[in-house]
Nanobody
Framework: QVQLVESGGGLVQAGGSLRLSCAAS????????MGWYRQAPGKQRELVAQ???????NYGNFVKGRFTISRENTNSTVTLQMNSLELEDTAVYYC?????????????WGQGTQVTVSS
């Protein structure tokens, strides 16, 4: 099993910055993806950013260079630096880990952390 503990989030004014971190514990395979999704009220959950164990990154189209995802493999931590935040970035942000182990992919989610951007 994999456990995810998120930190960061909170209230910030438009144009400001926030940093989200997620620490994964448990058995984590060498082939994995770590990332962040978000869900705003009345909307579907969407990918914010993802970074593979190979270092390849993938961002949602709305990010437009404002966010940066990084990871520390030594302690299985993934961090999302969010700059130039907009009102539309208000959502619950979820840490996600996908890993390939014992012949199959498994999916794990954090409890979510609220990000609120005010005008």
């Amino acid at each position: 099993q994999v456990q995810l503990v998120e930190s960061g989030g909170g209230l910030v004014q438009a144009g400001g910055s926030l940093r989200l971190s997620c620490a994964a514990s448990g058995v984590i395979s060498s082939l994995n993806y770590m990332g962040w999704y978000r869900q705003a009220p009345g909307k579907q959950r969407e990918l914010v950013a993802q970074i593979r164990s190979t270092g390849i990154t993938n961002y949602g189209n709305f990010v437009k260079g404002r966010f940066t995802i990084s990871r520390e493999n030594t302690n299985s931590t993934v961090t999302l630096q969010m700059n130039s935040l907009e009102l539309e970035d208000t959502a619950v942000y979820y840490c996600n880990v996908q890993q390939f182990r014992i012949g199959r992919w498994s999916d794990y989610w954090g409890q979510g952390t609220q990000v609120t951007v005010s005008s």
